[in-house]
T-cell receptor, first 112, second 115 residues
């Protein structure tokens, strides 16, 4: 089982709709969870971090964490064409293992 | 200044060449990282420096040699690379080495091609 799993997509969403991106992780003791956005040919950019169960909202973005079910998700409301990118889920494992683990990313396309 | 600056942006080198990638940040971050990213793959960690000391080497071949001259600078020296080393090389930094891997700020990367 991969440590961090994401559906590679592509995920196509109409402009103005809600895009829902999901990520599951295998290490139950994982501490911190991040979503990075990466445009083609560019570097990853941190857009959300979440540390405790529940929802965290920042503008059009909402991160959701459920540690019991070991999943983290990202919702993008009112999707815009500029949201078209690859979204990488990243998980910090329990203490003692310092390696941040990235998922393979989900490619999101917003259709005008 | 919230930027991580990498140079050069593009690099083409032969297998016998020696070149260096440079990275600079002025955010006062004390952890700095090198990642390698192949097309359509996630970034792979290569090295981590904490307080200017090498703290993680992910079993990277010795043809890659990192250097951290001071808290703002990170270099990656390249020698005798192979074509399969062609990739996007990303530098990143984070504020607190005690919370390694927290909130990475990435540079724009160096696209490396080895001929």
């Amino acid at each position: 089982q991969k440590e961090v799993e994401q559906n590679s997509g592509p995920l196509s969403v109409p402009e103005g709709a809600i895009a829902s991106l999901n990520c599951t992780y295998s290490d139950r003791g994982s501490q911190s969870f991040f979503w990075y956005r990466q445009y083609s040919g560019k570097s990853p950019e941190l857009i959300m971090s979440i540390y405790s169960n529940g929802d965290k909202e920042d503008g059009r973005f909402t991160a959701q964490l459920n540690k019991a079910s070991q999943y983290v998700s990202l919702l993008i409301r009112d999707s815009q064409p500029s949201d078209s990118a690859t979204y990488l889920c990243a998980v910090v494992p329990p203490r003692g293992n310092e390696k941040l683990t990235f998922g393979t990313g989900t490619r999101l396309t917003i259709i005008p | 200044d919230t930027e991580v600056t990498q140079t050069p942006k593009h690099l083409v080198m032969g297998m016998t060449n020696k070149k260096s990638l440079k990275c600079e940040q002025h955010m006062g971050h004390r952890a700095m990282y090198w990642y390698k990213q192949k097309a359509k793959k996630p970034p792979e960690l290569m090295f981590v420096y904490s307080y200017e000391k090498l703290s993680i080497n992910e079993s990277v071949p010795s043809r890659f040699s990192p250097e951290c001259p001071n808290s703002s600078l990170l270099n990656l020296h390249l020698h005798a690379l192979q074509p399969e080393d062609s990739a996007l090389y990303l530098c990143a930094s984070s504020q607190d080495p005690a919370a390694l891997n927290e909130k990475l700020f990435f540079g724009s990367g160096t696209q490396l091609s080895v001929l």
